[in-house]
């Protein structure tokens, strides 16, 4: 990944970023199959400081299944979610893959929580740990 561009679903909220993602990981955990209403959470960890965000983003202050907070951010008007910022890596934001313009560059290169995945949910020949592994 060079340079990377999203945003949410109406277009309130845009982002950029440079370079290549700290990490790249699909979140297993409770709250984030809450938080994305899905099984799952696809998540690109990025420096907080090369990432350029256009709008403004609401936010709600969580704690993960750690007992740390999250703060969990997302568009007021369409409700995409986009970032999320935790305690466990300060100045870094976690941004939803799935709201990248192009998607195509996303690999993830861990499963983390897995131990609150869905039963269904096969996770292949990438790394998996039962919590987070950081």
Not at 4 to 33: D, S, W
Not at 54 to 79: I, K, L, M, W
Not at 80 to 99: C, D, H, N, Y
Not at 117 to 124: L, M, S
Request: overall charge negative; charged content about 20%; some cysteine.
């Amino acid at each position: 990944m060079s340079r990377q561009t999203g945003g949410c679903l109406c277009g309130e909220i845009r982002y950029a970023f440079e370079g290549e993602p700290a990490a790249t990981m699909v979140c297993h955990c409770t709250h984030c199959q809450k938080q994305s209403g899905s099984a799952f959470s696809t998540i690109i960890g990025a420096p907080e400081g090369q990432v350029e965000i256009t709008g403004d983003p609401a936010r709600y202050r969580d704690s993960g299944e750690s007992g740390r907070y999250v703060e969990r951010q997302f568009c007021n008007t369409c409700g995409s979610p986009l970032f999320t910022r935790a305690e466990v890596s300060p100045q870094m934001l976690w941004i939803k893959a799935g709201t990248l313009d192009d998607t195509t560059q996303f690999t993830p290169s861990a499963h983390i929580w897995t131990r609150s995945k869905q039963c269904w949910v096969e996770t292949g020949d990438i790394p998996a740990f039962d919590t987070n592994p950081g």
